[in-house]
Each structure stands twice: as C-alpha cells, then as structure tokens.
C-alpha cells in the first residue's frame, strides 16, 4: 500500500465546520480532540492528524463530530482496502497501517486499564507487554454474523447502529466468503445469521430468528444449518450440529451457540500466555471459570494434578464433556460462576490457580467476591474489554492481589478490540 501524501490545501474552512488536532486515540476506535474544553470524538482519524470535521448534534455522554477534509495526514495513514470502509462499522483502522494500528491498542489498553483500574505508571511500566500481533491481518475470521435488512439482504452495523448491505468482506476466511456469496436463505423472520468454518472446513450457517417460527427448509447449500432459539437452544435443521477447530494439534469441538474465538489462528498464543501465567508445577488444583468449550482446560489438564471446569451454557458443557474425555482428572461442572463459586465457599474447596474468560461486560461484584473468598495464589484474567478488566483488576487488587503481568493480543487486525490475558498473584 502507498502512503497519501500530507495535505497542503490552504482553502479556509466552511463556516459551519471546525478544524481538529487529534491529540489522541481512545477505546471505541476513535481519535479525539478538544473543542471549548470538552473532548470530541472523530472516527477514521489518528493520532497527530488535523481535520477539518463538522459537529453533530449532542449525545448524552459524548460529543462526535464528522471529518469534511484531512488537513494534515499521519505518515501512519494507507488506504483501505475495503470498499464498505467509512459505512461498514465492522472495521474502524483501515485506514492505519498494522504496526502502527498495534502500538495503538497498547496505548489504549494501558490507558483503561489506568483509568479504570486505578494502576500506576510504575505498575503497568513492569507489567504491561508490547501487542502480540494476529498470524494474518486480512481474511482470519472462522465466522461472522451478518444482519437482514428489511429488503432481505445481509449485512452489517454502520456507526449509528443501522445496517448496510456487505458484499464482501476482507476479514472472513475465503471459503466463508464464498458461503456468503452463495447464501440464499430469506426468511421473513430472519434476524441475523452467523456462519462459521471450521478448521477441517467445513461450514455452518446458524440461523438467529425474532421468533420461534421454525422453518421449512430445503436448501443445496454445502453447508449445515442451525436454528438458534429465542432461548439460545440450538436446533439442527441440516448436517451437523457443530463445528470443529484445531488449536496446538488437538481437535475441539463447538456446538452451534457455543463460543469460540473468531481469529482460530490467534488461540494458539493465548493459551500459551495463559499457561505461563499459571506457572503450573503439576500438584495445583486449577478452577476454569466461564470454561466454553474447554479450550484452556484442554491444556491445562496435562500439566496440573486437577482441574475443575464451570461453565453454564448446557451444549458447551457437552462439548467440554467431549473435547476433555480423555483426561481422568477433569470435572466438569454445570452451572453459572456465581452459584458454584459460592457452593466451592461453603465447602470450603481450595485451588492453587484460577483462569477465568468472562463476557465482554466482566465478572460481577457478587463473582469477584465470591472468587477471591476462595483465596487461590494466582488468577489469570481473559479479557475482551480492557475497561471491564480495569474494573474488575481494581477489585482484586483491593482484595489483596497485585498485577504481574498484561499481555494484550490482536485478534482482530483493522478493529480496535484487543483480547488481553492478566495475571494476579497473592
């Protein structure tokens, strides 16, 4: 890619714009400015650059305002490759060359969790380490869903929450594009549709609907498809009723509305991060909190003396069952993170080591407390929202934990989300 040249034009701006300084970047995807002393938002801009942009009506909590002319460009500035760049809000840094785009998230990442966690400069100086970048910046995504519009075609998010139609897409695997580009499945009741591919390739369409009208379907697609019900139970309709991915040489299975990262090739270095942050000798009992399918556990097993896996989605802890059978010292458990955490309490069971990978929107105080009640030395913190980490790494540490180690990892190249694994000790 070639870099734009900086813009020179010396034409005053409009009478109902504004020039910016962007003086930084924040979580969100945003560069930010200040105007009359309040930050301002600006989408597609970095860090150093100068817009001329036009102020939008105020929100509640934020004030955005919307780029009419670059004025000066970062040298960090390329052109994007996708032609839905700038409607598709599926990628926010396109516009960013990679390294630049990973020197980024860990700014930002070190910026939440200061702000939210209170941690020092001194603190996350030692703790904090560079952005494991992703094995591939384009086509990684083992899965995406896209939205029906109301005309019937699929698509995407824009910046204001309405959908855009998608054509192609440079972060799906090819062989989902190719899915996409064959999928012909209208469903009046249709609200979304993820389709997934597996490592062995084969695909999956699981289809989202508003109501649990099931469909009569007949379809030559080379593919199997799902329904997920209103209350997230799978149903299969065509072939199988999962999907299989490949992580260190060991096969793991996910059925249709259990998780698994998207970025498959990128699972490998989390959990190496993950086993280093548990420092396993092999005598530790180890509690797997928010356990999915087993993906840790399916690591961790070899190298502890026990491992107890909690998760409580009923078919992931099926597959968690499958993918983990031929280990005699896992117990796997159903049942949600708060209720076991505090039966664990009041039998009073202990364990040396804890990795949890909770939603985006973290642990709740009942869960923190609940967890730290238990005591164990060293918790390892799977993160998909560095404010949530901040969050909740406060509460540990004033629950007599100190943060050792942030190692963020890209997951999703021209995205400005960043998974993260912390690790805290007693």
Known sequence: ??????????????SNTTTFDIIGMVYGGY???QHRGKPIYLPYTIEGEQVEARLLPGQKNAQFAEGVRLLRASRDRVYPE???FGTCWG???QHIAYPAQLLIKFDVVADQLQRHGRFSDAVL???????IPSPTQWHYNHQATFYRLPDGSLGFHRRDERLTPI????????????LYESFDIDLANLRSVTLHLGSDGATMALLHLLADDLPELE?????????????????????????????????????????????????????????????LQGDEHVLDLYAGVGTFSAFIAPRCEVVTVVESYPPAVTDADENL?????????????LEVLESMRETEARYQAVVLDPPARGMTSEELSALTALQPQRIVYVSSSPAALGRDGLALTQAGYQLKRVQPLDAAPQTYYADVVATFTR
Not at 1 to 14: D, I, L, V, W, Y
Not at 325 to 337: F, I, K, P, Q, R
Request: a negative charge; glycine letters at 6%; aromatic letters at 6%.
């Open 1 to 14: 890619m070639n870099t734009p040249r900086r813009a020179r034009s010396k034409r005053q701006p409009a």
């Open 125 to 131: 100086g030692a703790a904090l380490q560079p952005v």
């Open 167 to 178: 054509d192609y897409c440079w972060t799906l695997r090819p062989e989902l594009q190719a």
């Open 219 to 279: 379809t030559d697609l080379p593919t199997s498809v799902n329904v997920l019900l209103t209350d997230r139970e799978p149903l299969n309709l065509v072939g199988e009723s999962l999907v299989r991915y490949e992580v260190k040489g060991r096969w793991l299975r996910a059925t249709a509305g259990a998780f698994f990262r998207a970025n498959v090739a990128q699972v490998e270095a989390l959990v190496d991060e993950v086993l280093r942050g548990l420092e």
């Open 82 to 84: 996708c032609s839905h």
């Open 325 to 337: 059978a031929d280990y005699d010292n896992v117990d796997v458990v159903e049942g949600s993170v």
């Open 91 to 93: 990628c926010q840094w």
């Open 31 to 33: 560069g930010v400015s």
